[in-house]
């Protein structure tokens, strides 16, 4: 994945992904008493706090063309070469972005030279895969989850006491991410959902083709429910979702 991946697939972001609440909640909570803070990756805006000064950074046109009106003033750039002086935020935020940044390693150390605080939400690829989603209908989707984006080596890189914090996803989630719908299991036969999940489209059509083919048909039979159905009591779940912090 790159920059240009949301110039592609982004045109109908704000449809399907509202930021959470209950997990905008836990970014807040994280940024602490932090007063400036840059966006990185910000996209259309989610999650950027309302009541503090936010400046957002993003490369593509097509996600910086979504933000609302009203939003954070916004620089089109990437996480690599951020165009800010050293120190300038009290912290930087990266919010379900790192896993498409060509350099990972540079875009951590570029948020650590602008702010003092940073917070991560990214994922963890061991628990990911083991989810029914990757591990029995869409094996391909383990691609898109790079060894040097996971949280462990997130923080080694961030340095400092960096922590780690599972974001847990409720059964409700309201952000269309690729695990939002661990407990709705229809969702994934919709296209228009599908769109918005940036792991689908690192599937070939077959992939794509041939998993949702087998989840119509265990969902039809009730094999989806005899395997997985207990997840639909539960109200949130570790979908692999984890808040790195430091600072
Ligand atoms: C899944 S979206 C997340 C957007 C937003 N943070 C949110 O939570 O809704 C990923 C974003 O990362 C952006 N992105 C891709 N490559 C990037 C890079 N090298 N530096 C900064 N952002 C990048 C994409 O354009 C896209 O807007």
Known sequence: ?????????????????????????????????????????????????????????????????????????????????????????????????VHHWADAARGLAELRRVAGRVVILSTSAERINQLWLTAEYFPGSARARRPDIQPDRIAAALGGNATIEPVMVSRDCTDGFGEAYWCRPEAYLNSAIRASMSACSLLTDAEVEDGVRRLRADLASGRWDERHGYLRTLPDYDTGHRLIIVG
């Open 1 to 97: 994945m790159t920059a240009a991946t949301y110039d592609r697939i982004g045109a109908s972001y704000r449809r399907f992904r509202q930021p959470d609440p209950r997990i905008a909640e836990q970014i807040l909570a994280a940024l602490g008493t932090a007063r400036t803070t840059v966006n990185v990756g910000a996209g259309a805006g989610s999650y950027e706090p309302a009541d503090r000064d936010v400046v957002a950074v993003e490369p593509s046109a097509v996600m910086l063309a979504q933000r609302p009106s009203g939003a954070a003033p916004a620089v089109r750039a990437a996480a690599e070469a951020l165009p800010f002086p050293d120190h300038t935020f009290d912290a930087a935020m990266a919010i379900l972005t």
